[in-house]
């Protein structure tokens, strides 16, 4: 069965620093597509950034990138010049099919210092 | 365009009672799903629809859930009798190939 784990349940980071969210996950497929989800106190899911597994080049959107490490099963999410509006639950997710579940880690709770 | 609406946003009732939830997904998306997320935890996949044929229900507690997507748009998931265990935010969510859109969701308290 396929499982996303994120290893780090809250993380702080200065205004203006950059940070990386770490998540790994565990699949036997090879086609598949990885998301990473922001999701203020408001609790709307706000889709962040998405990587399809057979591209080797990491999404980028604007100030968010990712690590995308197939081997490894690694798909870290970078932050750049971190703003106070970033501070959510960020989760990791997996999807194997283009219609398919999505499978949601459990989440990081990021904090933005002033 | 529109996003995907949920209502209520916030309902409270006593354990055993009945509650029902309501989606309308973005026009023309064909794939719906409802997550229970419970506080702390990530969103879990309670049923997917295909237009209004069940895809995926194996996360649904059947005894008590229930959920129904009439002519393939707007979707209600229901609760009978309701349990303690049953307080999450209930996410619904439409989808295309790209990813999907989620609501606001509906946070339900028993008590």
Known sequence: AQTVTQSQPEMSVQEAETVTLSCTYDTSESDYYLFWYKQPPSRQMILVIRQEAYKQQNATENRFSVNFQKAAKSFSLKISDSQLGDAAMYFCAYRMGRDDKIIFGKGTRLHILP | ?111
């Open chain 2, 1 to 111: 365009e529109a996003g995907v609406a949920q209502s209520p946003r916030y309902k409270i009732i006593e354990k055993r009672q009945s509650v029902a939830f309501w989606c309308n997904p973005i026009s023309g998306h064909a794939t719906l799903y409802w997550y229970q997320q419970i506080l702390g935890q990530g969103p879990k996949l309670l049923i997917q629809f295909q237009n209004n044929g069940v895809v995926d229900d194996s996360q649904l507690p059947k005894d008590r859930f229930s959920a129904e997507r009439l002519k393939g748009v707007d979707s209600t998931l229901k609760i009978q009798p309701a349990k303690l265990e049953d307080s999450a935010v209930y996410l619904c969510a439409s989808g295309t190939s790209y990813g999907y859109t989620f609501g606001s969701g509906t946070r339900l308290t028993v008590v």
